[in-house]
C-alpha cells in the first residue's frame, strides 16, 4: 500500500498561517486589499493556480513566470519572517511522524502531494519536525491540478522503489474537499485529517472515515486499509 500525504491542515497544523500568509503577499505584491481563501473558489487549489488567478483577476492578463515567482517568493519569506517571531505558529499534526515511520517499517509506501510550493512545504514540514528529505514528494511547482500532483508523487514513489507499480493500493490523506475530489479523480483511496467545518464538509461529501490527527494509529491504519482500492 502506498499512503500519500497532504502538508497543509493533514501533516502540518499551518493552514491558518498558510491563510495569513497568502493575504500579505497578495496585498503587498499585487495590491489585493482582500481576497478568498476559501481554495474551492479557485480553478485548483493549489499556490501556483491561485498565483495565477490572482494576478490574472488584477492586471487582466495572464501571469508570466516572473510574476508567479516574485508572488511565492515573498510568501515564502513572510512563512520565514512568522517562524521567527514565533516558533509555535508551525506544529505536527499530533502523531505524524511516529505513524509515518510505523507505516514504513510495516514495509508501506509513503509519500507527499502538497498545493504548496515547493521552498514554502518544505520549510513547513521542516519547521515541524517532519522528516522528509527521503520520502518521494511533488508540490505546486510541478503541475496545477491537485489530482495531477498527487499522481506525480505516485510516480515518484514508484521511480524511487518505495511502491510497486503494480499494486493498486493508493491512499491520499487530506482535509480539504479538493483533497477527496482529486482522489475520486484518480480512483485512490482517501481518509479525511481534519475537525469541525472540514470534517463535516467531508462527511458530507461521503467521506467515510475522517480523523482529528494520527494518535489512534491502529484505527487510521485500519482505515487505510479499508479504503484501499
Known amino acids: 500500500m502506498l499512503v500519500i500525504f497532504d502538508i497543509d491542515g493533514t501533516l502540518c497544523r499551518t493552514s491558518q498561517l498558510d491563510d495569513d500568509c497568502w493575504r500579505l503577499a497578495a496585498r503587498e505584491i499585487l495590491g489585493i486589499s482582500s481576497m478568498s481563501t476559501d481554495w ?15 494576478h490574472e483577476r488584477v492586471h487582466g492578463v495572464e501571469a508570466g513566470r516572473q510574476d508567479i515567482d516574485a508572488l511565492r517568493d515573498r510568501f515564502v519569506s513572510i512563512l520565514q519572517e512568522a517562524q521567527e517571531t514565533s516558533q509555535d505558529q508551525m506544529r505536527q499534526t499530533p502523531g505524524a511522524s511516529e505513524f509515518i515511520a510505523r507505516l514504513r517499517c510495516e514495509g508501506h509506501g509513503v509519500a507527499i502531494a502538497t498545493g504548496g510550493w515547493t521552498p514554502s512545504a518544505r520549510f513547513k514540514l521542516q519547521s ?34 518505495v511502491h510497486s507499480g503494480n ?32 470534517e463535516s ?14 494518535v489512534d494509529a491502529e484505527r487510521f491504519l485500519e482505515a487505510l486499509r479499508e479504503t484501499s482500492p
Open 40 to 54: 474551492n473558489d479557485y480553478p485548483h487549489s493549489t499556490d501556483e493556480s491561485i498565483a495565477s488567478a490572482l
Open 167 to 198: 499494486d493498486p493500493s493508493v491512499v491520499y490523506v487530506g482535509d480539504g474537499l479538493w483533497d477527496l475530489i482529486a482522489a475520486r479523480q484518480l480512483g485512490i483511496g482517501f481518509v479525511g485529517l481534519a475537525s469541525g467545518q472540514r
Open 201 to 214: 464538509l467531508l462527511r458530507e461529501a461521503g467521506a467515510n472515515d475522517v480523523f482529528p490527527d494520527f
Open 128 to 161: 515541524c519536525g517532519i522528516e522528509h528529505e527521503s520520502i518521494p514528494s511533488a508540490f505546486a511547482c510541478d503541475a496545477h491540478p491537485r489530482a495531477d500532483i498527487i499522481e506525480i508523487a505516485r510516480k515518484r514513489a514508484i521511480e524511487q522503489g
